[in-house]
């Protein structure tokens, strides 16, 4: 497989670009790519082009762009909403969402997590986690870039309108993912579910997840950190709503919307 570049102006085939920055200094230093040699480029709105370079100036690499390729993006648009986690718990789910196709990945504070709005004052992490998110891009094969929204107050997301059937994963929920919510997740035209920290939801945060039209669901009989908790819900996502299940083979998911009834 060529290398993989991040151009945000590659449009069409024919056209000139430049790569720069870190990516050109990755193309010159790291992997020293020479005229001639071919390459991939994809914009991160969705579409990849195969590339040649032409040549190689002070400061940045000349490429032509040729043959559009095909682009292996999910056709759900899931929203992964995550509780913050210290550490690089947090990066592992940014790595491992995208890599799974998440379109969007919004990071929130709460009741019961162990990073707070007064501590955590990192301004640092969000251009982080685009750097892990274009990483895993490149890594996966991937044409577009995940929107990565700033950590809010879960209820301040919640007040916004939710793409689609809202999903809450909860441990202490009764229901699983039994037929009825396969049936209607299989036909969403979006879903956005929620992943709570590792103390588990506030009997107010539960609350708010009632308010907002929110499924609670668990993710079976054990109980998992928050890092692998929103990695497998994405994982089951994709596979009932989104394109794993017709990558292994199985019937493609459908695209009709359908009411799924809360219980919370």
């Known amino acids: 497989m060529p290398f993989r570049f991040f151009v945000p102006e590659a449009r069409e085939t024919g056209q000139m670009v430049a790569v ?15 005229p001639g040699d071919t390459l991939s480029l994809f914009d991160g709105q969705g579409r990849g082009f195969e590339g040649r370079l032409v040549e190689i100036l002070r400061g940045e690499a000349r490429v032509r762009i040729g043959r559009e390729e095909s682009s292996p993006e999910s056709p759900l648009p899931l929203t992964l909403m995550a509780a913050l986690a210290k550490g690089e718990k947090f990066d592992l789910v940014v790595q491992k969402a995208t890599e799974l196709g998440v379109h969007a990945i919004q990071p929130f504070y709460s009741k019961h997590a162990d990073v707070r709005p007064a501590a955590d004052r990192d301004s640092r992490k969000p251009e982080r986690w685009r750097r892990i998110a274009l990483s895993a891009c490149k890594q996966s094969g991937r044409t577009r870039l995940p929107l990565l929204e700033d950590p809010r107050a879960l209820g301040e997301i919640l007040a916004r309108t939710c793409r689609g059937i809202g999903v809450a994963m909860d441990p202490e929920s009764s229901e699983g993912l039994g037929p009825e919510a396969r049936a209607a997740l299989s036909g969403a035209s979006a879903v956005t579910v929620a992943v709570g920290p590792e103390g588990g939801w506030s009997d107010e945060e539960r609350e708010e997840f009632r308010q907002a039209g929110f499924l609670r669901l668990r993710l079976g009989p054990r109980t998992l950190r928050t890092e692998t908790a929103a990695i497998v819900s994405t994982a089951i996502l994709q596979f009932v709503a989104g394109d794993l299940a017709e990558a292994a083979g199985g019937d493609p998911p459908g695209r009709t919307d359908k009411t799924l009834k809360t219980k919370v």
């Open 20 to 34: 720069r920055g870190e990516e050109f200094h990755h193309l010159r230093k790291v992997l020293r790519l020479q």
